[in-house]
Nanobody, 124 residues
């Protein structure tokens, strides 16, 4: 079992930055592939970034490449998403997700554990 709690969302102006955190509990965090997803109002949940269990492999959605960075601190059991150069279209609820003993994946249905989400609003 993995429990996930996101934090760090808020309201920011276009061009600004935010750092999201995802605190994980459970013994399998260090061996879990982790991902960030987002869901805007009226849209399906979409992939943002993923990180392998070792942290050595990462992948990003094209829409965030070069602006967002996923990382993890295994000592703190915490996953991060640094978001820079934010745009109004980044507005969404952001979720972290875990897939124990899995690598990176962009598929929502490959992550059995999800946090409750944190809202990010980017004003123009």
């Amino acid at each position: 079992q993995v429990q996930l709690v996101e934090s760090g969302g808020g309201l920011v102006q276009a061009g600004g930055s935010l750092r999201l955190s995802c605190a994980a509990s459970g013994r399998t965090f260090s061996s879990s592939g982790m991902g960030w997803f987002r869901q805007a109002v009226g849209k399906e949940r979409e992939f943002v970034a993923a990180n392998s269990w070792s942290g050595g492999r990462t992948s990003y959605a094209d829409s965030v490449k070069g602006r967002f960075t996923i990382s993890r601190d295994s000592a703190k059991n915490t996953l991060y998403l640094q978001m820079n150069s934010l745009k109004p279209e980044d507005t969404a609820v952001y979720y972290c997700a875990a897939r124990p003993f899995g690598g990176t994946s962009a598929r929502v249905d490959e992550y059995p554990y999800w946090g409750q989400g944190t809202r990010v609003t980017v004003s123009s």
